[in-house]
């Protein structure tokens, strides 16, 4: 029989800023929409592999994604049990929530698996675009978070945030952190060429010059960005909530192999594959053209008759995983999974997952996703709870701080 893939236990305990076994899952199953995904696809292995207790796929019809509603009605048990036991055990914090109008729908999970509801907020556009931002409800002396990731039209989601920050400083919050599920212009972190700009820099001067105290960042493109800024900045790392989902998979750990789709993901394709029974390793040489263009020349590693889980931080048009993925079919890959963070997803990203390259493009919410993005391939995890959970623990740590000031 084949070698299955030895899964630690549940933990008992929310750990999300390292890989440590103890950590690999969270108190709850994530949960997560899979979007017309047959699981008849799936391997069967033996009984003795792990299986996470994930709730069931959400129905959707006529090939139309539907928003869940989270509310007492809706939300499934083990989520609203966790969110009774915070609201009732934190309910005295003084700590505000808010949302920019990047992605509502992660913003409103996040409070509800807080036990908290979202702050009042009026965000609007005159009619020249200029972006106005008023707080409906006192934060003096409060810890305000504010969840807005600089997604596409980045430029605007950006300012948004940082016209945010400034009306919660005038009006006198104790301490302002960015809850930035993804983080923009992480990409331009360094000059690769004469009179380049670095824009992630700029950023993080833009951010700490409007008034933020503390970030709280997903998954971010290069992990040097964080010694950018001059305030501390919590790097989340969003891999355990894909790793929960893939155990429940069951794929047999002879078949399985984790592909960095570049020599540059090939540290975090290893921590992923260390989670994975230690994985083998195998890694797409590719030479870029240009920006946004990809050329795959060869392939370090056999994937010949196995599973191949690619891993990445993001998908923008997806032509360095899609020509991955035509690579390893080329060398006798079974099945192609695509695994990442953040699915900025610009044009034809679409066409390229959709094309049947992939079994499976397991992504999460850190960005909105449009309706006409979904294709049957898709399943989308949620990370509310690890936010919600990673807000809670620098909340308490900054509460204990302040006392000893």
Same mark, same amino acid.
């Given at each position: 029989?084949?070698?299955?893939?030895?899964?630690?236990?549940?933990?008992?305990? /929310?750990?999300? /800023?390292?890989?440590?076994?103890?950590?690999?899952?969270? #108190?709850?199953?994530?949960?997560?929409?899979?979007?017309?995904?047959?699981?008849? #696809?799936?391997?069967?292995?033996?009984?003795?592999?792990?299986?996470?207790? =994930?709730? &069931?796929?959400?129905?959707?019809?006529?090939?139309?994604?539907?928003?869940?509603?989270?509310?007492? #009605?809706?939300?499934?048990?083990?989520?609203?049990?966790?969110?009774? !036991?915070?609201?009732? *055990?934190?309910?005295?914090?003084?700590?505000?929530?808010?949302?920019?109008?990047?992605?509502?729908?992660?913003?409103?999970?996040?409070? /509800?698996?807080?036990?908290?509801?979202?702050?009042?907020?009026?965000?609007?556009?005159?009619?020249?675009? !200029?972006?106005?931002?008023?707080? &409906?409800?006192?934060? #003096?002396?409060?810890? $305000?978070?504010?969840?807005?990731?600089?997604?596409?039209?980045?430029? !605007?989601?950006?300012?948004?945030?940082?016209?945010?920050?400034?009306?919660?400083?005038?009006?006198?919050?104790?301490?302002?952190? =960015?809850?930035?599920?993804?983080?923009?212009?992480?990409?331009? @972190?360094?000059?690769?060429?004469?009179?380049?700009?670095?824009?992630?820099?700029?950023?993080? *001067?833009?951010?700490?010059?409007?008034?933020?105290?503390?970030?709280?960042?997903?998954?971010?493109?290069?992990?040097?960005?964080?010694?950018?800024?001059?305030?501390? $900045?919590?790097?989340?790392?969003?891999?355990?909530?894909?790793?929960?989902?893939?155990?429940?998979?069951?794929?047999?750990?002879?078949?399985?192999?984790?592909?960095?789709?570049?020599?540059?993901?090939? +540290?975090?394709?290893?921590?992923?594959?260390?989670?994975?029974? @230690?994985?083998?390793?195998?890694?797409?040489? %590719?030479?870029? &053209?240009?920006?946004? $263009?990809?050329?795959?020349?060869?392939?370090?590693?056999?994937?010949?008759?196995?599973?191949?889980?690619?891993?990445?931080?993001?998908?923008?048009?997806?032509?360095?995983?899609? %020509?991955? +993925?035509?690579?390893?079919?080329?060398?006798?890959?079974?099945?192609?999974?695509?695994?990442?963070?953040?699915?900025?997803?610009?044009?034809?990203?679409?066409?390229?997952?959709?094309?049947?390259?992939? &079994?499976?493009?397991?992504?999460?919410?850190?960005?909105?996703?449009?309706?006409? *993005?979904?294709?049957?391939?898709?399943? $989308?995890?949620?990370?509310?709870?690890?936010?919600?959970?990673?807000? /809670?623990?620098?909340?308490?740590?900054?509460?204990?701080?302040?006392?000893?000031?």
């Amino acid at each position: 029989m084949a070698a299955m893939m030895t899964l630690p236990s549940p933990s008992k305990t /929310w750990s999300f /800023w390292s890989f440590s076994s103890s950590s690999f899952f969270t #108190r709850f199953s994530l949960s997560h929409k899979s979007v017309g995904f047959n699981d008849s #696809r799936c391997r069967i292995c033996a009984s003795n592999s792990f299986k996470c207790d =994930l709730p &069931q796929p959400v129905n959707y019809g006529n090939g139309k994604p539907t928003i869940p509603i989270l509310n007492e #009605r809706t939300l499934p048990k083990f989520l609203e049990s966790a969110r009774m !036991e915070t609201a009732v *055990n934190r309910n005295g914090a003084k700590l505000k929530v808010f949302s920019g109008t990047a992605n509502p729908e992660l913003s409103q999970e996040i409070a /509800w698996c807080m036990g908290l509801q979202l702050g009042k907020i009026n965000i609007k556009r005159f009619a020249d675009g !200029e972006i106005y931002v008023q707080l &409906q409800e006192s934060v #003096r002396g409060c810890d $305000v978070y504010l969840v807005q990731p600089t997604c596409p039209p980045a430029n !605007e989601n950006l300012m948004e945030l940082l016209i945010m920050v400034d009306a919660c400083r005038r009006a006198s919050a104790k301490n302002i952190t =960015l809850v930035i599920p993804y983080f923009g212009y992480a990409r331009a @972190d360094r000059k690769t060429q004469g009179r380049e700009s670095i824009a992630a820099k700029l950023v993080a *001067n833009l951010i700490t010059e409007a008034g933020a105290n503390r970030v709280l960042a997903c998954d971010i493109h290069s992990g040097q960005s964080m010694g950018y800024f001059d305030i501390p $900045v919590d790097h989340v790392y969003c891999q355990p909530v894909i790793l929960d989902y893939l155990a429940s998979k069951r794929i047999c750990y002879d078949d399985l192999v984790v592909v960095s789709p570049d020599v540059g993901g090939v +540290a975090r394709a290893r921590a992923f594959a260390k989670k994975l029974s @230690d994985a083998p390793l195998a890694i797409v040489d %590719k030479r870029r &053209q240009g920006h946004n $263009v990809a050329e795959v020349m060869n392939l370090i590693g056999d994937v010949k008759g196995k599973v191949a889980v690619m891993v990445d931080d993001m998908i923008d048009t997806a032509g360095t995983i899609a %020509k991955g +993925a035509a690579l390893l079919h080329q060398e006798g890959a079974k099945e192609v999974y695509a695994c990442c963070t953040h699915a900025v997803f610009s044009p034809p990203a679409i066409e390229r997952l959709s094309g049947g390259l992939f &079994q499976e493009v397991i992504i999460t919410n850190t960005l909105p996703m449009a309706e006409k *993005n979904y294709f049957p391939q898709l399943t $989308v995890l949620s990370v509310a709870n690890l936010l919600g959970e990673t807000i /809670w623990r620098v909340h308490d740590d900054c509460s204990v701080s302040s006392i000893f000031q």
